[in-house]
């Protein structure tokens, strides 16, 4: 009497494979879902009485970065990550001549660039349900500290003490009359804008700081622009409404812009190549100039012609030696223009690195993805002629990123991201079988 086939014994091939898969899997989680939530962790550890200065911060990116080099480890490489690699291989050389020229070590722009790059290459690895369920997860982590912030505010506060934290972790003192327990500057001051429909102070949810949840807000759209034919009625009225959610109680005319232009160009975009954002840069700069160019009393005043007058000064006040070497003296003078920003950090070859970056590595094929492109880029040039650092914080730029590296799979534009190296592989693959 026969029984039933037996299965063979999996190959020692196949086991590493599954092996590979389910650690990738592990990294793959860790590093999409802790970006945008470490911090408030940590906060709501330190309003419990434990400190968590800024080295925890330090260790918890690094460690975040560290597990993104070991996902891509993991699967082996990919014809695509030449963009990455050649960015962090530029970040570095830059990193270290900016070292020795000003005899100290400044991370910052090679932090800024491995963020990107990182989150690029994990998003050419992983599946798009994978990046949609992460983005279901977040928006609704976001939606419940939201509606918590706005219903009461004490207890939010109590939750995570945001004051505290960023003086903890960023040394930012408080104001003398600041007694609510938020950061100051999301207490906004008399006559600035709002759509008069939340009296409160401006929202944060859980980036604890008033400018990354409107940040947060324009990568949920460029999300959206990409992936709305996929995704179902739930996640589409949630990303949604949250969005609206979070530009009337955060009351930012820059995102309310974006989201107006982005939202528009779901239906324009496609048309357009993806390698036309390279425009995109030059024209913000030249309009910027021509605007503010017969302006002389707007400097520094709470309107966009105020906020434009100070990219322009900086960049005019710039020496050439600035332009081709960098300035680490005036970093900290920079953080209200991103372009100023990646000057002064890194040199104007660094902008440039960047500029070539985003035109270039997104990919372009389909509608999807140059609705991805385009969004990108409007959100990065134009959110740079009003701030420095935002479009740089981990807290959304990981997200952003990973969107725009994990377009590669939409609607078969995946040429090309297969792991290379085929024959090697295989001849593995055949080795580990014989054996």
């Given at each position: ?275 036309l954002t390279a425009a995109i840069m030059p024209f913000c700069l030249a309009m910027a100039f021509i605007l503010v160019g017969p302006v002389t009393d707007a400097l520094g005043s709470d309107d966009i012609l105020g906020r434009l007058s100070i990219t322009v000064a900086h960049l005019m006040n710039l020496s050439v030696a600035d332009f081709l070497m960098g300035s680490q003296g005036m970093v900290a003078r920079s953080y209200d223009s991103g372009y100023v920003y990646l ?93």
């Amino acid at each position: 009497m026969y029984g039933l086939p037996v299965a063979e014994p999996a190959s020692r091939w196949t086991r590493l494979k599954a092996w590979r898969a389910q650690r990738f899997t592990t990294c793959f989680w860790v590093v999409a879902i802790l970006p945008s939530t470490y911090n408030a962790i940590l906060a709501a550890i330190n309003a419990q009485g434990i400190s968590t200065p800024r080295s925890l911060a330090v260790v918890a990116e690094a460690g975040i970065l560290a597990l993104c080099l070991v996902a891509c480890v993991l699967t082996g490489g990919r014809k695509h990550d030449m963009g990455p690699i050649l960015l962090i291989f530029f970040a570095s050389i830059q990193m270290t001549l900016t070292s020795l020229l000003f005899e100290t070590i400044y991370p910052d722009f090679f932090r800024n660039m491995a963020i990107i790059a990182a989150f690029t290459a994990v998003g050419y690895r992983s599946s798009p349900d994978s990046v949609r369920l992460v983005f279901r997860y977040i928006s609704l982590i976001v939606f419940v500290f939201l509606l918590i912030e706005l219903i009461y505010l004490p207890a939010y506060v109590s939750i995570f003490q945001p004051a505290l934290y960023l003086q903890a972790s960023r040394g930012i003192e408080e104001f003398s009359l600041n007694e609510t327990g938020l950061f100051a500057n999301a207490l906004g001051f008399k006559d600035r804008f709002s759509f008069g429909i939340f009296s409160g102070p401006r929202t944060s949810s859980i980036f604890l700081e008033q400018v990354s949840l409107p940040g947060f807000a324009s990568v949920l759209l460029i999300f959206l622009l990409g992936n709305w034919t996929h995704i179902g009625r739930f996640d589409r009225s949630l990303h949604t409404v949250l969005i609206v959610l979070i530009i009337l109680s955060n009351n930012s005319r820059t995102s309310s812009a974006l989201l107006a232009i982005n939202a528009l160009g779901y239906f324009i975009y496609p048309y357009f190549s993806g390698r036309l954002t390279a425009a995109i840069m030059p024209f913000c700069l030249a309009m910027a100039f021509i605007l503010v160019g017969p302006v002389t009393d707007a400097l520094g005043s709470d309107d966009i012609l105020g906020r434009l007058s100070i990219t322009v000064a900086h960049l005019m006040n710039l020496s050439v030696a600035d332009f081709l070497m960098g300035s680490q003296g005036m970093v900290a003078r920079s953080y209200d223009s991103g372009y100023v920003y990646l000057i002064v950090s890194s040199s104007i070859w660094g902008l440039l690195a960047f500029w070539a970056y985003v035109t270039f590595v997104p990919a372009d094929r389909t509608a999807e993805q140059r609705r991805v492109h385009w969004g990108l880029a409007v959100y990065a040039y134009l959110w740079m002629m009003i701030g420095g650092t935002a479009i740089f914080t981990m807290k959304t730029a990981a997200l952003l990123w990973l969107v725009v590296g994990n377009m590669v799979f939409a609607s078969g534009g995946s040429d090309g991201n297969r792991p290379i190296g085929g024959r090697r592989w295989e001849s593995r693959r055949q080795k580990y079988e014989g054996s």
